[in-house]
Each structure stands twice: as C-alpha cells, then as structure tokens.
C-alpha cells in the first residue's frame, strides 16, 4: 500500500509556482486548485487516474486522497485554500459534490483572461498577495462553479465508497467502527473496509483521525489569528 499523509498548512491561503507536482498521496482539508500553463502529469484523485496537460485545471474538494505523477516538467500554479476564504460558497463545498474535477480553458475564455492576468499581477505585488489571491479565487469560483455540474449531496446515488467517505466526514467527532458502517450502510465490515482501502490508500481508523486533527489544528489557527 502506497503511503498517505494528511498535509496541514499552517496558512489558510497557499500560492505557488511550480515545475514539478508533488508525487506523494495526500489530503487536506483545504481545497487545492491546480493549472497546468505547460507539462504534463498523470493525477491520482478518488480512486480515478486522468491526464493533465496545457490549459487543464484540476479541483480537489476537502478531503480527497490525491497524488500527481510527472510525465513532462513544465509550469504549474497550485493554490490551496479553505472554504471560509470565499463566504458565498463555504455551503456549496459541505453540500455539493463535482460531477466534474478536471476543467479545460477552452471553455471559459473569461476563467483563462482572469488566471494568466493573476499570475503575472501576482509575480509582481507579492506584498499585497493575499487580498489579490482572495479576490481572483471569487472571481475564478464565479466561472468555474458552472462547469462542475455539481449536485446535491443528498440527491445523488452515491456509489459505495462516497457513501463510506461521506459518512465518516459529516460524523467523525462520534464514534465510528466497522460495526457502526456496517449497520448504517448496509455493507459488510470486509466490503467495506476493501471499498475504502483500494480508493483512499489508507484504513477507515486513519482516516477519521486524521479528520479530528485537522479539526483541532483549524481550530487552533483560528484562536491564534
């Protein structure tokens, strides 16, 4: 089994410029914006592997185990934040999920103007960074959220693991074994725990630790700002 990590930034608002993407499987509780200027790189994210190449952008919600294998070195800008830096959709990331992770410029000529206008604005005023990041991530959430085609949660057939996922996000401050998923989702403790090895790379009890500190770690954040 490949190794994961919970990755805890001790900002609430990451911005870089790359070559290379990270090849570890990981997750946080921030959501990670990924453009891809040149290059090319394979992507691991919920169970699925897909290429990314020039103008793709990928979105990983909270929460999602995901890696990147390099294929091509090129330029890359990963933007990593919480739901609480864009106040008009902190409820959209808790209540929706993407039918849609992976997005392409070709198909919004305003999202593209408004990314390559950031990156050289952003290369130029690193000490106004932060109000210039939160402002180009609203704007970038106005164009993106459309082509998500995302759902409510609570109306979509979620296949076996989103159901497993899902569960253990809304109820991890409870108890939770085995026994408890079996009884709430109709699966046995074997099926379920072969469901969640194969597409999260780690074992149910990691995962709801690693959730609960990242609880505390934000919450810690927060009474230090």
């Known amino acids: 089994m490949n190794t994961v990590y919970h990755e805890q930034q001790n900002v609430k608002l990451y911005c870089n410029s790359a070559k290379k993407l990270e090849d570890v499987s990981h997750f946080h509780s921030e959501l990670e914006m990924v453009v891809c200027f040149s290059g090319k790189v394979n992507c691991f994210l919920n169970g699925r592997n897909f290429n990314l190449g020039e103008g793709d952008i990928v979105l990983v919600f909270p929460n999602q185990v995901h890696n990147y294998k390099m294929l091509e070195d090129g330029e890359f800008l990963i933007i990593k934040f919480y739901p609480e830096m864009l106040p008009n959709m902190k409820g959209f990331f808790k209540s929706y999920l993407p039918g849609r992770t992976k997005l392409n410029f070709s198909e ?23 109000s210039l990041l939160i402002g180009y991530l609203n704007m970038a959430m106005f164009y993106i959220k459309p082509l998500l085609e995302a759902k409510p949660i609570a109306n979509i057939s979620l296949d076996n693991f989103e159901k497993i996922r899902n569960y253990c996000i809304h109820n991890y401050r409870s108890k939770i074994t085995l026994d408890i998923l079996s009884k709430e989702l109709h699966l046995s403790g074997q099926r379920i725990s072969h469901i969640f090895n194969q597409n999260m790379r780690l074992t149910i009890p990691q995962y709801v630790n690693f959730l609960r500190v990242s609880e505390a770690c934000q919450l810690l954040a927060d009474t230090s700002d």
């Open 108 to 130: 919004s000529d305003d999202f593209k103007e408004l990314t390559y206008h950031f990156r050289k604005r952003y290369d130029a005023e690193q000490d106004n960074s932060a």
